[in-house]
């Protein structure tokens, strides 16, 4: 590889770790006249509107998401902080009107809680698995008697 | 030979499979009777009032308020379809929404951030099965309804309760299925 090629991969080496970096940031709240000019404030909308789920893209939360109804929902949180809301009852005014399907964390009841017990549950079989493998295979056999020598050497007729 | 612990701790990961199994087998017999959809889109309003809303006029409508809605519904039930003029959905069940329209169902229009021109140049070109119209300028009628995206279908009963709803568009399978036990039920 000559110097000038290997000048240009760094380069665009240098060029692909930068948008590593910048692109997740990029993403959110594309329009900076969206944001509150309170960055307490800003900041609470943001960890709100992360936890919510953009029902277009539905694997985003409406913080990512550059959806029309994103950007709506978006405008909505900001406008309730302002107006002096919680976040519980940003979240309660948004789950009257699209459920608990709008929030990312699905939250602790009968349905869900064999998925909220999984890593429990994944935690005790395992556990119990490496428990009865230890008893098993752990202990290794007492060694030979004299007489067991004995008879080994009897009958593979060793010396 | 006697059935021992060992054999039990040998069948034990047998029987959650064969439980999985099942319960997959169940899970997707009901998904071909069409009981089941794990895609479905289910709104919380269902079996309750619908909320409070205005819409502004648009096309050849003159836009309606919930007084407006909750009075039509009191003589019959009432479709509310959201749509909006540049959705390919919406022209795909604009012929049932039109056949519908035609058996006598009201159907209710509300469009969804839409231009004059644009909803008149659809209800031109795909029928207009309407019998009243508005458009939500602000985007905020749609979210107080839970609406996803356009379109989307609300069946509003005699006392004001929204008693079945679809998010996306209709099709004959569905109307067939849904839509039409659901009207004769609270006919």
């Known amino acids: 590889m000559n110097i000038k090629a290997a000048r240009m991969t760094s380069a665009s080496l240098g060029v692909f770790l930068l948008a590593c970096t910048v692109a997740p940031a990029a993403f959110a709240v594309a329009d900076p006249k969206e944001m509150l000019p309170d960055p307490k404030q800003e900041a609470r909308a943001e960890a709100v509107g992360s936890q919510l789920r953009c029902l277009v893209c539905q694997n985003e939360s409406i913080e990512d998401s550059n959806a029309d109804l994103a950007k709506d929902l978006r405008a909505i949180v900001r406008q309730r902080i302002v107006a002096g809301d919680s976040n519980q009852q940003i979240m309660d005014w948004m789950v009257a009107r699209y459920g608990n399907f709008v929030r990312l964390r699905p939250p602790l009841m009968a349905s869900t809680v064999l998925l909220w017990a999984t890593p429990v549950l994944g935690l005790l079989f395992g556990g119990l698995a490496a428990f009865y493998g230890r008893r098993r295979f752990g202990t290794p056999p007492a060694p030979l008697t004299t007489a067991e020598q004995a008879r080994l050497r009897e009958l593979t007729g060793a010396p | ?187």
């Open chain 2, 1 to 187: 030979m006697s059935f021992t612990r060992r054999h039990a701790l040998m069948l034990a990961p047998l029987a959650v499979a064969g439980a999985a199994g099942v319960a997959f087998w169940k899970m997707l017999d009901r998904m071909s009777e069409g009981k089941f959809d794990p895609h479905a889109l289910n709104n919380p309003l269902v079996g309750k009032p619908f909320p409070d809303f205005a819409v502004s006029p648009i096309g050849p409508g003159k836009g309606f308020t919930a007084a407006d809605l909750r009075a039509a519904a009191a003589v019959k039930p009432v479709l509310v379809n959201f749509f909006a003029s540049y959705c390919i959905p919406c022209a795909g069940e604009a012929d049932l929404l039109g056949s519908l329209s035609a058996e006598g169902v009201p159907v209710w229009g509300i469009a969804w951030k839409d231009h004059q021109k644009e909803v008149s140049q659809f209800l031109d070109r795909y029928g207009d099965p309407f019998a009243r119209i508005g458009n939500d300028e602000t985007g905020r009628v749609i979210i107080d309804w839970g609406v996803y995206g356009v379109p989307e279908s609300f069946l509003i009963d005699r006392n004001g309760i929204i008693r079945w709803h679809y998010a996306g568009g209709l099709s004959d399978d569905l109307v067939h299925d849904e839509l039409r036990p659901a009207l004769k039920a609270i006919a």
